[in-house]
Structures are given as structure tokens and as C-alpha cells.
């Protein structure tokens, strides 16, 4: 089973972009550890990271992923299209956020993907993407029985 990894704009920055939200470990090392976890789960796992919406968007048009675990960024506040291409492909996708956006801005406190979300991890960190993969195996195993 195959899943996409989307990550969207200014993530690139991880390791260096505001440790106190984000922590301090790099996309590269966030990469990697959800690739061993993908490995352990029997997940085949491709990465994403875009700074331009048309390029996130067109991922998933491409994608003949299982899964999309996705953290769309600061698109989550802002994008029907890139919640339009998600339902548009009509693959299930996990929303995760390094932070606790319910605990920020106000402005960070909706988004545009969560009603259409198999579910939504925030505020756990890194550990996030780990957690949806675990749940992105369990969702495709009870799928295909
Ligand atoms: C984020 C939260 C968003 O509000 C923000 O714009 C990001 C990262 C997170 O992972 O906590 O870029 O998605």
C-alpha cells in the first residue's frame, strides 16, 4: 500500500523556523524517520514538500497513493483548492500539525481540511507524522477487510 506525504510551504525551514512551534528536528530527519516507520508498517511512503500551492495540488492529481498523510501548512487556514483537490481524488488523508494550532492565533484555529479529514493530530510534534502513519495502516488493513 502506498502513501503520499505532503508537506506544504515554509516546512522546508523546519529545524531552524520558530523551534518554539515547530521543534528543532529538520524535514530531512522528519523525512527519514517516517520512511523507517512506513518500512515497519509495510508502507511503500513517497514525500512531497512544496512551497506553491499548484504544486501541492498537482501531487495529488498525480498520486495513485492509498493515503495522503498531509500537514498542508499555512494552506490550512487559506486553501479550498487544495481541499478541492484532496475530495476532488477522493483519497483518504490524515491531517497533522507540528503545533497546537488551537492553542495560537485565532486564524489558526479553522481550517479548511478537517471535516474532510480521517482524523487530525496537533500539537504532538514531529511524533505526529509517526502516529498518522500508524493510523494510515490500521485505516488501510481494516479497508481491505
Ligand atoms: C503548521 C501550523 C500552521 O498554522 C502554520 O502555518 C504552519 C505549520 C504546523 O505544523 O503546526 O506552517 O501546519
Request: charged share 15%.
Amino acid at each position: 500500500q502506498q502513501v503520499l506525504l505532503l508537506n506544504g510551504p515554509n516546512l522546508n525551514l523546519l529545524g531552524t523556523r520558530e523551534p518554539q512551534h515547530y521543534g528543532t528536528l529538520t524535514l530531512d530527519r522528519i523525512v527519514s524517520d517516517a520512511q523507517a516507520k512506513a518500512d515497519s508498517l509495510g508502507l511503500s511512503l513517497t514525500h512531497v514538500q512544496a512551497n506553491a500551492e499548484h504544486q501541492l495540488i498537482e501531487a495529488i492529481h498525480n498520486s495513485d497513493a492509498d493515503f495522503i498523510v498531509i500537514n498542508p501548512a499555512a494552506y490550512t487556514h487559506t486553501s479550498v483548492a487544495l481541499r478541492d483537490a484532496l475530495t476532488g481524488v477522493g483519497i483518504p488523508f490524515i491531517e497533522v500539525h507540528l503545533s497546537n494550532v488551537h492553542a495560537r492565533e485565532p486564524f489558526r484555529q479553522h481550517s479548511y481540511f478537517s471535516d474532510k479529514a480521517v482524523g487530525v493530530i496537533c500539537g504532538l510534534g514531529a511524533q505526529g507524522y509517526q502516529f498518522a502513519l500508524v493510523a494510515a495502516a490500521q485505516y488501510l488493513q481494516s479497508a481491505n477487510n
